[in-house]
T-cell receptor, first 118, second 116 residues
Framework: AQSVAQPEDQVNVAEGNPLTVKCTYSVSGNPYLFWYVQYPNRGLQFLLK??????LVKGSYGFEAEFNKSQTSFHLKKPSALVSDSALYFC????????????????FGTGTQLKVEL | DTGVSQDPRHKITKRGQNVTFRCDPISEHNRLYWYRQTLGQGPEFLTY????????KSRLLSDRFSAERPKGSFSTLEIQRTEQGDSAMYLCASSLATGRVSHGYTFGSGTRLTVV
């Protein structure tokens, strides 16, 4: 079975400091990995994805993530956090569908609440 | 607005009633997904369509749930005989898939269902 683990329910960071939100995954074959952000009572907004190629992926709003195959990790990072980054962050992995041969649905982690304080 | 639209944003219903939600995807997207998100959890896959064909259903989708995408454009998700455990945020997403590659998912803002 494919799964995603986000070991921290909450991460607290001071504004201006670097932030890291952790994600590890388990999947058969090569993973497609994603990060989404969710603000209260809103849907998910796409931040970045890893499909293939360079292990360091750059995304929206200054976020980046590093794919580490040996550690099966895809941690989200930002060099300098902003108060406006405070939100719920989800890591997701793409898995193969049951009825079709292609990868279709996303499996999400349980989310990490990021709180950036002044 | 050219994003994914969901209607209604909020729905409060009594246990045992039927409810229907609508999702309008990005017009050129051929794939449409439904997810359910409960408090403190990540979204869980329910079902997905490629054009009008429903290609996969999760085991979470009991017989009380049905989804349609009759013309390959908008989709509806119906829950019959609602139960309190159905209370959740129902998210719709769409994507453009060419061949075996999907070019990223766009999510709607969701429909929050409360069953009382």
């Amino acid at each position: 079975a494919q799964s995603v683990a986000q070991p921290e329910d909450q991460v607290n960071v001071a504004e201006g400091n670097p932030l890291t939100v952790k994600c590890t995954y388990s999947v058969s074959g090569n993973p497609y990995l994603f990060w989404y952000v969710q603000y209260p009572n809103r849907g998910l907004q796409f931040l970045l994805k890893y499909i293939t190629g360079d292990n360091l992926v750059k995304g929206s709003y200054g976020f980046e993530a590093e794919f580490n195959k040996s550690q099966t990790s895809f941690h989200l990072k930002k060099p300098s956090a902003l108060v406006s980054d405070s939100a719920l962050y989800f890591c997701a992995v793409r898995v193969r569908g049951i009825l079709t041969g292609g990868g279709n649905k996303l499996t999400f982690g349980t989310g990490t609440q990021l709180k950036v304080e002044l | 607005d050219t994003g994914v639209s969901q209607d209604p944003r909020h729905k409060i219903t009594k246990r045992g009633q039927n409810v229907t939600f609508r999702c309008d995807p990005i017009s050129e997207h051929n794939r449409l997904y439904w997810y359910r998100q409960t408090l403190g959890q990540g979204p869980e896959f329910l079902t997905y369509f490629q054009n009008e064909a429903q290609l996969e259903k999760s085991r979470l989708l009991s017989d009380r749930f049905s989804a349609e995408r009759p013309k390959g454009s908008f989709s509806t998700l119906e829950i019959q005989r609602t139960e309190q455990g159905d209370s959740a945020m129902y998210l719709c997403a769409s994507s453009l898939a060419t061949g075996r590659v999907s070019h990223g998912y766009t999510f709607g803002s969701g429909t929050r269902l409360t069953v009382v």
